[in-house]
């Protein structure tokens, strides 16, 4: 098959990038429109249709939907274009990616963005936040405050680095050296992005994502055939975790209003309830969980806006059709990532196991994480884990759909 060149893909990614992280300006859907028109001149087949086109569909519709009741219109319609430009981002890559050396390179490419993130992270995260966990308060002394002044919750950058760190750590795996004669290039560049990831995740005191992340881990190394090294980090994360709950656990037993804690997200957990329950059709409307749980809720306003559950967050925006396009999409993602990743290991395609076990194994670090926080939903940075989403359709099409 003739290898399709990069511009269109990549301005469509730059382009809903852009829309997510500056908002949604004329220029960033020209971007977005150029590399379309770039990526239909340059490929002579059709796109291809997906088990999860009818469940974005219906993600679609109930985003639109729910702008006319959102309290405010202007942000919901932010956020909802967002969410459309990751969207087209996913098709783009499905419609691009169709050969093993595309799928490397999308791999490559998402690795590259979670390095950039790492690198970033001192400098973007509000690191200053009132948490406590493993690592210690000294070394958040030496960290300088954030340039930006909507800086990023270390929650959201642990879910963003979460998502990432499995693909970074099975391309290390695959590329490791096998000789004594000299490291490969790319096995250098893998193991510098997977430790640069790996200390900017441990920097976010992410409890949640701790365990996320192993998780994911462990799941990766059980498919790339590591079964020794799972099952021993296995106890050591079983043994970390007796620690924790004895050694930091008293520490987190603080009021109610401290966002940080269990009982907060208790709390926030059966107003997000009571939400749903109240708005089942159309939802409140994307970003506006704080606005109305202050108006019509006994919910203190803070300063750490959402429900803290991915899937509560998404009933609360879109209502409860929203609610099941949502977890369709996931069920199907899971499906084509379990389907594609029995297929590449029957052909014994190591990098190509690498490839889709990382994006699978990040995929469900997210989902783990999304179950005591928000992750990156209606955040700046919602387009990553699209793309992922498109990495894991793109090699289910080409493994089974062609089989």
Not at 205 to 231: E, F, H, P, Q
């Amino acid at each position: 098959m003739k290898v399709k060149p990069f511009p269109g893909i990549s301005l469509v990614t730059l382009g809903g990038a852009a829309v997510n992280l500056a908002g949604s300006h004329v220029v960033s859907w020209i971007i977005i429109l150029a590399g379309l028109i770039y990526l239909s001149i340059s490929n002579t087949g059709r796109p291809r249709r997906t088990p999860i086109d009818w469940p974005i569909f219906l993600l679609l519709l109930t985003a639109v939907l729910s702008i006319p009741i959102s309290v405010s219109a202007n942000l919901t319609l932010d956020l909802a274009l967002g969410l459309f430009a990751g969207v087209v981002a996913l098709y783009a890559l499905v419609f691009w990616a169709q050969t093993p050396y595309q799928y490397h390179i999308a791999a490559w490419a998402l690795v590259v963005i979670g390095g950039c993130l790492a690198i970033a992270a001192p400098f973007i995260v509000n690191w200053h936040l009132n948490k406590t966990g493993l690592v210690p308060d000294t070394v958040y002394a030496h960290l300088p405050p954030p340039i930006l002044s909507d800086s990023v919750h270390p929650n959201i950058m642990a879910t963003l680095l979460l998502l990432l760190l499995p693909l970074a750590v099975a391309l290390c795996l695959t590329h490791r050296p096998r000789h004594a004669h000299g490291t490969d290039l790319p096995f250098i560049l893998a193991a510098s992005a997977s430790l640069l990831i790996g200390i900017a995740f441990l920097l976010t005191r992410s409890r949640g994502g701790y365990v996320a992340a192993a998780t994911s881990i462990i799941l990766l190394l059980w498919w790339m055939r590591w079964r020794k090294t799972a099952v021993l980090l296995t106890l050591i994360a079983f043994i970390s975790a007796i620690w924790l709950a004895t050694a930091v656990a008293p520490t987190f037993q603080q009021e109610i209003t401290d966002t940080s804690t269990m009982a907060f997200r208790l709390h926030v957990w059966r107003v997000a309830s009571i939400m749903v329950a109240d708005f089942p059709f159309t939802g409140v409307g994307m970003g506006t969980f704080n606005d109305v749980a202050s108006r019509l809720y006994p919910f203190p306003p803070n300063a750490n806006p959402g429900t803290h559950n991915l899937f509560l967050q998404v009933a609360v925006d879109l209502g409860l059709f929203g609610f099941i396009a949502y977890i369709s999409l996931v069920l199907l993602t899971l499906y084509m990532g379990s389907r594609a990743l029995q297929m590449v290991r029957q052909r014994q395609d190591e990098g190509m196991v690498a490839i889709t076990g990382g994006s699978l194994a990040g995929f469900i670090g997210m989902l783990l994480h999304g179950c005591v926080d928000n992750t990156v939903w209606g955040t700046r940075m919602a387009f990553i884990p699209w793309l992922v989403v498109g990495l894991i359709t793109a090699v289910y099409l080409s493994t089974w759909v062609k089989k």
